[in-house]
């Protein structure tokens, strides 16, 4: 089966900066598309980037433009996303997302991480 592990959550500063990484493993066909979710305690969870691997194009979520960036290595089937300028208003948490075919089910499905922690304080 197709799983997700989500690596690089923790603590940081108003103003600093944190890397956090998904990693999809198992029997991947292929791969559609891969991101990050949030969610802020006691609001809905939101959508905040996405790499398509199709277009490799990239999109975010208002809060975050210029602020954080997904990217991806092809070869680890990882997504990245890069947080800087952190704000308090960032601590969530985040959830990656993955649009992926498998080799022994080949239907879309939609899988999720078990989710990583980000706090941003002083």
């Known amino acids: 089966q197709v799983q997700l592990v989500e690596s690089g959550g923790g603590w940081a500063q108003p103003g600093g900066s944190l890397t956090i990484s998904c990693a999809a493993s198992g029997d991947i066909f292929s791969i559609s598309g891969m991101g990050w979710f949030r969610q802020i305690s006691g609001k809905e969870r939101e959508f905040v980037a996405r790499?398509?691997?199709?277009?490799?194009?990239?999109n975010y979520v208002d809060a975050v433009q210029g602020r954080f960036f997904v990217s991806k290595d092809n070869a680890k089937n990882t997504v990245y996303l890069r947080m800087h300028n952190l704000k308090p208003e960032d601590t969530a948490v985040y959830y990656c997302?993955?649009?992926?075919?498998?080799?022994?089910?080949?239907?879309?499905?939609?899988?999720w991480g078990q989710g990583t922690q980000v706090t941003v304080s002083s």
């Open positions: 997302n993955a649009d992926i075919r498998s080799t022994t089910s080949p239907t879309p499905t939609t899988y």
């Open positions: 790499f398509g691997w199709n277009s490799e194009s990239t």
